[in-house]
């Protein structure tokens, strides 16, 4: 699809056609880094300002600049821009790629094309890929994706817990490479749903799928130490790259207005839609089954259920699952009950004994309480009895045997 018009863009989203750049063609590509998309939410007093119900260019025009560590190296990059929760066509004026710095600033950036244009429209519910960009990068380097906008956006597709620091500045500082400008911060992602890189033969991807303890919550922010980015650094230089895919709040079974569609809806686009995915590691459930889920409290028949029919996903696309088990709550009390901890437990000897998954990786063994099982071990606790802390994180990428992951190359 060489040289698409705008109109002709939209409309061939609007069929369901895959866009991808004719020059893109004859190259492998592989996910290099991603997040989930959420639909707009208020800000909140318990973990600050978001952009996402404003938008942006409300004062035309504001450029947003946003930084990412990508998990495995190549020659070129492409960027996928996601209007999925958008009611409205999102018009990006322009959009650059450059390494990060120190904050906001960045090394040279290079202009971002979308079928051969520097502008585009992203139609609502879809993504879009950009064209690819020769900048050559390195596992574990930081990139920074500047967008410029000078018509208003309304409300933003995010992704609220990025647990990394985002930059905007009014006017257009689309080449700035000293941030300066850079003023206002948030600690969350708008749009930016990808960074894809061209790949060596063999290479992948391991997706991480999940909730909030796969997001990252209870992390240090700007740090990259969710168990994701932990399983990255162990895999640094190797055949696979890691994307996370975690929404913190996300239920396995039924939407969430704040925390997104449910799993088994976002599945598709999250996971298996991704380029070079090899294997996914699934950690879903805890929101289905807690206590502050009435009415949506689910029963372990239903959870597991679920679980079945992600594993029925992948496999239909030859990717391999890793399930790993849903970890201690015991200490929040707003999660809690009798009843929610012995779903926990039957979905987790499911998980364990059922036979379903290619592989399973035992968090919970790994992070609960000896004598109290239902409890986080106090050094893994972030301090609200259900996060764990960069430690925590830490410990549970470790537990990730690398030989079950398949394409894994020992250097």
């Given at each position: 699809?060489?040289?698409?018009?705008?109109?002709?863009?939209?409309?061939?989203?609007?069929?369901?056609?895959?866009?991808?750049?004719?020059?893109?063609?004859?190259?492998?590509?592989?996910?290099?880094?991603?997040?989930?998309?959420?639909?707009?939410?208020?800000?909140?007093?318990?973990?600050?300002?978001?952009?996402?119900?404003?938008?942006?260019?409300?004062?035309?025009?504001?450029?947003?600049?946003?930084?990412?560590?990508?998990?495995?190296?190549?020659?070129?990059?492409?960027?996928?821009?996601?209007?999925?929760?958008?009611?409205?066509?999102?018009?990006?004026?322009?959009?650059?790629?450059?390494?990060?710095?120190?904050?906001?600033?960045?090394?040279?950036?290079?202009?971002?094309?979308?079928?051969?244009?520097?502008?585009?429209?992203?139609?609502?519910?879809?993504?879009?890929?950009?064209?690819?960009?020769?900048?050559?990068?390195?596992?574990?380097?930081?990139?920074?994706?500047?967008?410029?906008?000078?018509?208003?956006?309304?409300?933003?597709?995010?992704?609220?817990?990025?647990q990394v620091t985002s930059y905007r500045a009014a006017g257009d500082h689309l080449a700035d490479t000293a941030g300066k400008a850079f003023t206002d911060t948030s600690d969350s992602w708008y749009y930016l749903a990808g960074v894809e890189v061209a790949a060596p033969r063999g290479a992948g991807t391991v997706v991480a799928f999940g909730d909030?303890?796969?997001?990252?919550?209870?992390?240090?922010?700007?740090a990259d130490h969710r168990y994701p980015d932990r399983l990255a650094e162990r895999l640094a230089g190797r055949s696979l790259a890691v994307v996370n895919a975690g929404i913190g709040g996300n239920r396995l079974l039924t939407d969430s207005p704040e925390y997104g569609g449910n799993g088994l809806a976002r599945f598709q686009r999250d996971v298996?839609?991704?380029?070079?995915?090899?294997?996914?590691?699934?950690?879903?459930?805890?929101?289905?089954?807690?206590?502050?889920?009435?009415?949506?409290?689910?029963?372990?028949?239903?959870?597991?259920?679920?679980?079945?029919?992600?594993?029925?996903?992948?496999?239909?696309?030859?990717?391999?699952?890793?399930?790993?088990?849903?970890?201690?709550?015991?200490?929040?009390?707003?999660?809690?009950?009798?009843?929610?901890?012995?779903?926990?437990?039957?979905?987790?000897?499911?998980?364990?004994?059922?036979?379903?998954?290619?592989?399973?990786?035992?968090?919970?063994?790994?992070?609960?309480?000896?004598?109290?099982?239902?409890?986080?071990?106090?050094?893994?606790?972030?301090?609200?009895?259900?996060?764990?802390?960069?430690?925590?994180?830490?410990?549970?990428?470790?537990?990730?045997?690398?030989?079950?992951?398949?394409?894994?190359?020992?250097?």
């Open positions: 699809m060489r040289n698409l018009t705008i109109p002709a863009l939209a409309a061939a989203l609007a069929l369901n056609m895959t866009v991808t750049p004719a020059e893109a063609a004859p190259r492998r590509w592989a996910a290099a880094w991603g997040s989930a998309a959420q639909p707009a939410t208020p800000s909140t007093p318990w973990y600050g300002v978001n952009w996402s119900e404003e938008g942006f260019a409300r004062q035309a025009p504001e450029t947003l600049r946003q930084v990412v560590r990508v998990t495995t190296g190549g020659p070129s990059v492409r960027v996928r821009l996601s209007n999925v929760h958008g009611t409205a066509p999102l018009a990006v004026d322009g959009a650059a790629i450059a390494g990060a710095l120190q904050g906001a600033a960045t090394s040279r950036p290079r202009t971002l094309t979308f079928a051969g244009r520097e502008e585009t429209v992203v139609p609502p519910g879809r993504e879009l890929l950009s064209d690819p960009v020769s900048l050559p990068v390195r596992p574990l380097g930081r990139l920074a994706v500047t967008l410029r906008f000078t018509r208003p956006t309304g409300a933003a597709t995010f992704h609220h817990f990025a909030s303890l796969t997001d990252g919550v209870g992390s240090t922010v700007g298996l839609d991704r380029p070079g995915v090899r294997t996914v590691i699934a950690m879903q459930g805890i929101n289905d089954l807690a206590e502050w889920n009435k009415p949506h409290q689910a029963s372990a028949g239903q959870i597991i259920d679920g679980h079945k029919r992600l594993i029925e996903a992948a496999h239909a696309r030859g990717v391999k699952v890793v399930g790993a088990t849903l970890m201690p709550m015991k200490g929040a009390a707003l999660a809690y009950s009798p009843a929610a901890e012995a779903v926990r437990d039957e979905v987790n000897r499911w998980i364990r004994t059922g036979g379903a998954y290619d592989h399973v990786v035992d968090f919970d063994a790994v992070v609960r309480r000896p004598g109290d099982p239902g409890l986080l071990r106090p050094q893994y606790d972030s301090g609200d009895g259900i996060h764990l802390n960069d430690a925590g994180y830490r410990a549970i990428a470790q537990a990730v045997d690398l030989t079950t992951l398949p394409r894994y190359r020992s250097s």
